[in-house]
Each structure stands twice: as C-alpha cells, then as structure tokens.
C-alpha cells in the first residue's frame, strides 16, 4: 500500500477580506496549490479552514498564495 500523506487541517485568518470576491479569490488562490484537499473561506469570521496534503505542500506555501494577492494574513 502506497503512503498516502499526512493530511493536516489549518486556519488561517485573513484581516482583510471585506466581500464575496475576497472570498473568491482566496478560495482560487489557495485551491491553486496542488495538494490542497478542501477549502471552506468564512467571509463573517475572516478566515479559511484547508484541508492539505502535506507531502504536497506545506501551509506557508499556501499563505504565501494568499498574501501574493495583496491579503494580510495574521
């Protein structure tokens, strides 16, 4: 049987997402890693739950494609 990775579950606070495109947009940017298995992006508390794979990516490679459209991450 092949290792299947360590799957990690996060979340990330993002201070300044305001609407339903933030949210949009997020969602793409963090759905663009490969390795990400799900995604869920709270627009009333600010943040994303992922779901990762982490022999695929690691959870600052995903911050970074978030922070690399502008948004501050805390």
Do not use: H, P, W
Not at 38 to 44: D, Y
Not at 48 to 73: C, F, P, R, T
């Amino acid at each position: 049987m092949k290792n299947r990775g360590l799957f990690m579950k996060s979340i990330i606070k993002i201070y300044d997402m305001k609407n339903t495109k933030d949210v949009s947009n997020i969602q793409n940017a963090i759905a663009s890693n490969e390795g990400v298995i799900a995604c869920q992006v709270s627009l009333g508390k600010k943040e994303a739950q992922i779901i990762y794979n982490e022999n695929y990516v690691k959870i600052e490679d995903i911050i970074d494609s978030i922070e690399n459209l502008g948004y501050m991450i805390i």
